[in-house]
């Protein structure tokens, strides 16, 4: 299924369109209910505010983090260590020594 509800709804009524009117909107009623029972039930089932892509974000920059020691110098500075390698992230300009682009990083600010 598509994330455009247009082109989801057009596909998959190529086969009922030659239904008798009653008998279309029925079927694209109990489709739609469908639709909506099985979205509410993952809802229901999912124990974040984020969507599955960002929560795979999270979930794998945690693991990348798990081995770093973050010391802070002060409540702009933090000196980051990871194994033999010390960086600084300094969050009021947003950059590292590391020289990545802390934007791409920031996903909630």
């Known amino acids: 299924m598509t994330s455009n509800v247009a082109e989801s709804l057009n596909y998959v009524t190529m086969s009922i369109r030659e239904l008798l009117i009653c008998t279309l909107l029925e079927s694209l009623r109990a489709l739609i209910q469908k639709w909506s029972w099985r979205n509410r039930n993952e809802a229901n089932a999912t124990c974040t505010r984020l969507t599955r892509k960002y929560e795979e ?3 794998k920059n945690y693991l990348l983090s798990v081995d ?4 802070p110098k002060n409540h702009i500075l933090f000196e980051v260590l990871n194994g ?3 960086n600084v992230v300094d969050l009021s300009v947003k950059s590292c020594t ?4 802390l934007q791409l990083l920031f996903i909630l600010e």
Do not use: M
């Not at 770093?68 to 010391?71: I, Q, W």
């Not at 590391?98 to 682009?101: E, G, I, M, N, P």
């Open 57 to 59: 974000l999270l979930n």
């Open 68 to 71: 770093l020691t973050v010391n």
């Open 84 to 86: 033999d390698r010390k």
């Open 98 to 101: 590391c020289k990545r682009d």
